[in-house]
Nanobody
């Protein structure tokens, strides 16, 4: 079964950076597109970024373009999200996902506050 373990969240100051990681197992990671999504309290889950199996065709939500970078290491079954110039509106519980699969990990909390 699909297992996803996110890490790397924490408290960052506005303008700061965090790097999220997601270790995947239970499927052939290198064959599937992956994505990051986030959910702020009281709000719906929103899609933040996605990446094709070979690292191409990258998508970003408009509000994170130029600040976030998604990447993957297929040799380590790991998905990353480098988040720079963080803003308070970036706060939320961040999840990674295998595109087309409803499985979710526990998520990793990102808090942006001075």
């Amino acid at each position: 079964q699909v297992q996803l373990v996110e890490s790397g969240g924490g408290l960052a100051q506005p303008g700061g950076s965090l790097r999220l990681s997601c270790v995947a197992s239970g499927f052939t990671f290198s064959e599937y597109a992956m994505s990051w999504a986030r959910q702020a309290p009281g709000k719906e889950l929103e899609y933040v970024s996605g990446i094709y199996p070979d690292g191409t065709n990258i998508y970003y939500k408009d509000s994170v373009k130029g600040r976030f970078t998604i990447s993957r290491d297929n040799t380590k079954n790991t998905l990353y999200l480098q988040m720079n110039s963080l803003k308070p509106e970036d706060e939320g519980l961040y999840f990674c996902a295998k595109v087309g699969d409803p499985s979710r990990g526990q998520g990793t909390q990102v808090t942006v506050s001075s």
